[in-house]
């Protein structure tokens, strides 16, 4: 009984959520789009009048050869560059104020962010303590970021995080294990380029998991009780373009237009949950790489058929739409074929991609405790379309350490 009642509760706050959040001023970044596009964005950050680039990014992407040439195409604008290449996946606290510290030093007025998701969310946050006067730690939380951003630029080197068009950074904190979200309308990037040339050195392993991390955040905001006529839209676009072209991606890293689409893919995925929300896939995938140190896009890749399997009947309708839209279902499928179908298609293409079907590292010990965090995230934060008891949640868990045979 107080299940329900605590369920009928958390309906009427997200609709309150959800009516506010109709109302947040969002701005999308400007968007340079197309092979050779990151080069059009350094020389409009010129034409801005900027002199000197704060610019966050890591060690790999250096070492890879992705930094390099825009490092030069920077010189040769006659543009400064101090450059910070300590971040890491899932940056922790203590990164985050070196970086911050690294920027006061240099006196630089812009951050260009050329990476991943870790390393758009370390330069969203850097950027938001330059303007900031307070720890990240007290930036966590809703509406915390009064004062501002330096203008942020990104490059996103990745198709998955959507980082580029969000609201959002998460940061790490790694005493207490446990990942912390900022979001705030005023982290939302100033101008991005989605370039295909910068992601054709993506290894498979990485293109595949951060794919589907964009497939999430499609169907998830697609699902979710805050969703829009307009988040269905550009979750919808999104994850046609995903089943479509992410094999090729993953098969062929150089397919220029497989990387563009993709591209695409995680910046409508990404907007469309900007304001439709996630739920329990991200719940679990954040506990999961906090304990496990597991990737984000790998981690909801694996939890991602076993959520909307106990996510059903109350998401049948919607998956079913998304199935036929995708081509995946028929018209003449029931509600429940079609979402069936839906689902079977994730699993077979988490098979193809070789993406594990459990969470190897996945301790029963910490059940319990994975179990409690995630729900208490999705309860105020997430408008889920079912609610999870505790111990559906547990046995979802146990779904996922459990050994094939």
């Not at 298609?345 to 459990?358: D, G």
Request: aromatic letters at 6%.
């Amino acid at each position: 009984m107080l299940f329900w009642l605590e369920v009928a509760f958390l309906r009427i706050y997200m609709r309150l959520f959800k009516a506010i959040t109709a109302l947040l001023p969002i701005h999308w970044p400007r968007e340079f789009s197309g092979p050779g596009s990151a080069q059009e964005l350094l020389a409009h950050i010129k034409n801005e009048g900027h002199a000197h680039i704060f610019l966050v990014t890591d060690s790999n992407l250096i070492k890879a050869g992705v930094v390099p040439p825009l490092l030069e195409k920077i010189g040769a604008l006659g543009m400064q560059v101090t450059l910070f290449q300590e971040v890491s996946p899932d940056p922790p606290m203590a990164q985050i104020e070196l970086g911050y510290q690294r920027l006061r030093d240099s006196q630089a007025k812009v951050v260009l962010a050329i990476g991943g998701g870790s390393v758009i969310d370390a330069a969203k946050l850097i950027s938001a303590r330059a303007l900031n006067d307070k720890p990240v730690h007290k930036l966590t939380g809703l509406f915390k970021v009064r004062k501002g951003i330096l203008p942020l630029f990104v490059i996103p080197t990745t198709a998955g995080t959507g980082s580029e068009v969000t609201i959002a950074a998460v940061v790490s904190d790694p005493v207490k294990q446990r990942k912390l979200p900022v979001l705030d309308p005023k982290l939302m990037p100033t101008a991005m380029a989605l370039d295909a040339e910068i992601m054709k050195g993506l290894p498979p392993a990485i293109t595949a998991a951060t794919g589907m991390d964009a497939l999430t955040h499609a169907i998830e905001a697609y699902i979710s009780r805050n969703a829009t006529q307009e988040t269905d839209q550009r979750a919808l676009a999104a994850a046609k373009k995903i089943f479509q072209y992410l094999p090729n991606a993953y098969a062929d890293g150089n397919d220029t237009e497989a990387r563009q689409q993709m591209a695409e893919a995680s910046k409508l995925a990404g907007q469309a949950f900007t304001i439709a929300g996630v739920g329990y896939v991200h719940a679990i995938a954040h506990n999961l790489g906090a304990l496990y140190h597991l990737p984000h896009g790998l981690a909801n890749a694996i939890v991602m058929p076993h959520v909307l399997k106990a996510s059903r009947p109350n998401c049948d309708a919607k998956l079913a739409r998304m199935a036929i839209y995708c081509s995946l279902a028929d018209e003449s499928d029931s509600d429940a074929e079609a979402a069936t179908k839906l689902i079977e298609t994730i699993v077979r293409m988490n098979k193809e991609l070789s993406i594990p079907v459990r969470v190897v590292e996945l301790r029963p010990a910490d059940i319990e405790r994975i179990t409690k965090a995630a729900r208490e995230e999705a309860r105020f934060t997430y408008a889920v379309p079912r609610y999870l008891k505790k111990n559906e949640m547990k046995s979802l868990l146990q779904g996922l350490h459990m050994r094939n045979h």
